[in-house]
């Protein structure tokens, strides 16, 4: 069952980055696997603190996040950043409800269908690292758009 969860959630969502514009994806392909990067890092943090557990041990681990952070997040984080381009109080307001969402309601979802269960990481620990994150990643984006001309509107 985890197996196909998996699967479909990566499918499902690369699917939808067939309709962003290939300017916004190769715009914003820098931040999204920089934001990548930062969440594998958390994972193998994780994985150490044992912040989260997931059935299988560590190697179901490291899938559940690569299924993650290359599905969903990679294909959201293209959006969001797509459809807020330059307006900072909107990207903060939609990074602040849908991280509210994963926090409080789908990480509900994920535990009961035994993707992981949270241990020493609480819902409100997600939504404040997710949060972080997107000033995080809105500073670095905004840090390769100084650098390349190119891209300035």
């Known amino acids: 069952m985890i197996l196909v969860f998996r699967i479909s959630i990566v499918l499902i ?8 514009p290939k300017s916004s994806f190769r715009r914003f392909l820098t931040v999204t696997l920089f934001s990548a990067c930062v969440l594998l890092a958390q994972t193998m943090m994780a994985i150490s ?3 989260w557990k997931t059935k299988g041990g560590v190697k179901y681990t490291v899938y559940d996040a690569l299924s993650f952070i290359f599905g969903p997040f990679f294909a959201i984080n ?13 990207y903060t307001l939609i990074n602040l409800v849908m991280d509210l969402i994963f926090a409080f309601g789908l990480n509900i979802f994920f535990e009961n269908i035994g993707a992981y ?9 997600l939504f ?8 995080i990643n809105y500073g670095f984006q905004k840090l390769v758009e100084k650098g390349d001309v190119h891209s300035q509107p």
């Open 78 to 90: 293209m959006w969001v950043f797509h459809f807020t381009n330059g307006r900072f109080l909107l």
């Open 49 to 51: 603190f044992k912040w």
């Open 128 to 135: 404040y690292t997710a949060y972080a994150y997107s000033f």
């Open 13 to 20: 969502s690369w699917f939808s980055i067939i309709f962003l």
């Open 117 to 125: 269960k949270l241990k020493k990481f609480k819902p409100k620990h």
